[in-house]
């Protein structure tokens, strides 16, 4: 399937610092039908189109939407851009190369749920991303489509920029409110849902930065237009970071459906002619899948089956001679880093995990490892208060599904006691 430049179709067209630029490639006719159709039009197309959040979690944006706009008293809408998920690159792209998209799809949100404060909050090493946003804010403004009456409507979006501090935890929605209100970036028990009490306890709409930006092609589209793409449950196009060992790593964009085989292929395949070893769905907080899945369409629907997720869109391609395990063990500290430590199966889980890997990946596993391990990722998974937790095992576990013969070296992945390696791609 090939490639479908609709989120990227600006991204290296356009002078990202140009209003201009962005208007003569059909940039804010979407607000200008906003403001000409209203809100309650705009609710019914995003919930006919379809779009799941992409920021990992894949609720409904449309259902999301209408919570907030029903909300009583003063609303909140706020961009998700802490993109901190290993991996993952795609909303920074997305903000450096197409900024006013982000402004202009954040306004939209602000019409349609009544709401006058617009947040971003910028992951803390992604400085162009946030020049950009704050010129593409301050164009805007002068141009009044943003300010004191936005386009003419007579309605009021702000936008302010914040930047990050470097927590993975404070890409975690209520984490993030925290750690904007001055408090510890720690998650928030739910409900109340940010949709009822979010930040500074008004309801707020977050979303990631792709899921907004999806938001003016529905406008443009409609939901029909938007549901050209993908598939009846995954609908639109994905963005897609592909990295690690093929030939072009980059940001690619296809619809949804698209095979795991498909997109590597797009990518290049894997370098130097070797064979695939396994892919890394997802990011940190994702699935190892191995050369066997490549048939397997990349949808929500499509993947959980099999234990995999889209999560963030990250893409991670080893090939044979990578060493599985000592990636694994890097993403066992990474979650033992990350961690906020405030609830224990996590806390100690995070650590205790750590622990098994390390002996995993170098060879001095105990013969009880794996079922520790096992168990160790359901307490997590069961019982801690947020997703960081709830998703810290899986990488590992679906590595041990892989391999289940423990390595007997550093090079965990390499060698044939380790199994089959794979075909090329
Ligand atoms: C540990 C953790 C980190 C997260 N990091 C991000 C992030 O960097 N960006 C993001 O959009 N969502 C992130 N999320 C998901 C958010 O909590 C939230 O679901 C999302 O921003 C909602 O937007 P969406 O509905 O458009 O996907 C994270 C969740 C967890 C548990
Ligand atoms: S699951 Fe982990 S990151 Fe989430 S609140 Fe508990 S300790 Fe913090």
């Not at 010129?135 to 489509?145: F, H, K, S, T, Y």
């Not at 590597?264 to 940190?284: H, I, S």
């Not at 990946?361 to 997590?380: F, K, N, T, V």
């Not at 947020?386 to 060698?415: D, E, F, I, K, M």
């Amino acid at each position: 399937m090939p490639e479908v430049r609709r989120l990227l179709a600006r991204a290296g067209v356009a002078d990202p610092e140009s209003l201009e630029a962005y208007r003569s490639l059909g940039g804010y006719a979407a607000l200008a039908r906003v403001a000409e159709r209203g809100p309650a039009w705009v609710l019914s197309e995003l919930e006919a189109s379809g779009l799941l959040g992409r920021g990992g979690a894949a609720f409904p944006a449309g259902r999301k939407w209408r919570a907030v706009a029903e909300a009583a008293g003063r609303r909140r809408v706020v961009c998700n851009a802490d993109e901190s998920e290993p991996g993952t690159f795609k909303d920074r792209v997305l903000m450096e190369q197409d900024p006013f998209a982000v402004v202009e799809a954040m306004t939209i949100a602000g019409l349609t749920v009544a709401a006058e404060d617009g947040l971003v909050y910028v992951r803390g090493e992604y400085r162009l991303a946030a020049a950009r946003l704050r010129r593409a804010i301050d164009q805007a403004e002068r141009a009044g489509l943003l300010g004191a009456d936005v386009a003419g409507t007579g309605r009021a979006f702000w936008i302010r920029v914040v930047r990050g501090a470097g927590a993975y935890i404070c890409g975690e929605e209520t984490a993030l409110f925290n750690s904007v209100e001055g408090r510890r970036g720690e998650p928030r028990n739910k409900p109340p849902f940010p949709t009822q009490a979010g930040l500074f306890g008004d309801p707020t709409l977050v979303n990631n930065v792709e899921t907004l930006c999806n938001v003016p092609i529905v406008v443009l589209e409609g939901a029909s237009g938007f549901r050209r793409y993908g598939t009846d449950r995954s609908t639109g196009t994905k963005l897609f970071c592909v990295s690690g060992h093929v030939e072009r790593p980059g940001l690619y964009e296809v619809p949804f459906g698209t095979t795991l085989g498909e997109l590597l292929a797009l990518a290049g395949g894997v370098w130097r002619g070797r064979r695939l070893q396994a892919v890394l769905c997802g990011g940190a907080a994702g699935t190892f899948l191995g050369p066997d899945r490549l048939d397997l369409p990349l949808t929500f629907e499509g993947l959980q089956p099999v234990g995999g997720t889209v999560g963030s869109g990250a893409v991670i391609v080893l090939d044979e001679t990578a060493s599985l395990w000592d990636i694994v063990l890097r993403v066992a500290r990474f979650f033992q880093e990350e961690s906020c430590g405030q609830c224990v199966p996590c806390r100690v889980g995070t650590q205790r995990q750590l622990e098994i890997v390390t002996r995993l990946a170098s060879g001095r596993a105990r013969p009880e490892d794996p079922q520790l391990l096992a168990d160790i990722g359901a307490a997590m998974t069961d019982a801690s208060i947020c997703g960081l937790g709830q998703t810290a095992a899986g990488a590992v576990l679906s590595a041990l599904a892989l391999r289940p013969g423990a390595p007997s070296s550093s090079n965990g992945g390499a060698s044939a006691a380790h199994g089959r390696p794979g075909e090329v791609v």
